[in-house]
């Protein structure tokens, strides 16, 4: 079926293809988020444990929705492993360490890369493909990350 909402095919590409991209930056951080939430360990492991509880629970609906505008703009959302470690722009770590600091430091730094990534996102897809809805979308997100990442910077001090 032809879609018809005012954003060229092309456009509606070129946004497609970068919400891949953040589609699996976004689920590699859930999966670090949850690997931080089954493994830490110390003193303070009941606080961190349900901390991380909750963002994850975040980013699982952040997941959907990244899905979800994909489709709404016609195209398929990855979903494999496979293709979400082709297309992240983070690293997964392997820690010989589970202190609840660690993750956080960690945690932190891909929550501002995604910052950084949505950041650019807004005037592209705005001006350059046409797309003010994603825009707006990728805003909403990259406030949601802002907030994520204030709650972990939190912890460290």
């Given at each position: 079926m032809n879609?018809?909402?005012?954003?060229?095919?092309?456009?509606?590409?070129?946004?497609?293809?970068?919400?891949?991209?953040?589609?699996?930056?976004?689920?590699?951080?859930?999966?670090?988020?949850?690997?931080?939430?089954?493994?830490?360990?110390?003193?303070?492991?009941?606080?961190?444990?349900?901390?991380?509880?909750?963002?994850?629970?975040q980013l699982d609906v952040i997941i959907d929705n990244v899905a979800e505008r994909m489709r709404s703009l016609g195209h398929y959302a990855p979903a494999t492993l496979k293709s979400y470690l082709s297309l992240t722009h983070l690293t997964e770590q392997t820690r010989e360490q589970n202190d609840s600091q660690g993750f956080i430091k960690e945690l932190l730094l891909d929550h501002e890369h995604i910052i950084i990534e949505l950041?650019?996102?807004?005037?592209?897809?705005?001006?350059?493909?046409?797309?003010?809805?994603?825009?707006?979308?990728?805003?909403g997100l990259?406030?949601?990350?802002?907030?994520?990442?204030?709650?972990?910077?939190?912890?460290?001090?």
């Open positions: 879609i018809t909402i005012g954003i060229s095919e092309l456009n509606r590409q070129a946004v497609a293809t970068k919400l891949a991209k953040l589609l699996a930056d976004e689920t590699v951080l859930y999966i670090k988020t949850k690997n931080a939430h089954w493994n830490v360990e110390g003193a303070d492991f009941y606080e961190k444990h349900t901390f991380f509880e909750t963002q994850f629970g950041r650019g996102y807004i005037n592209q897809f705005g001006t350059e493909y046409q797309d003010l809805g994603t825009s707006d979308f990728v805003t990259m406030e949601k990350h802002e907030k994520m990442a204030w709650f972990l910077r939190s912890h460290t001090k």
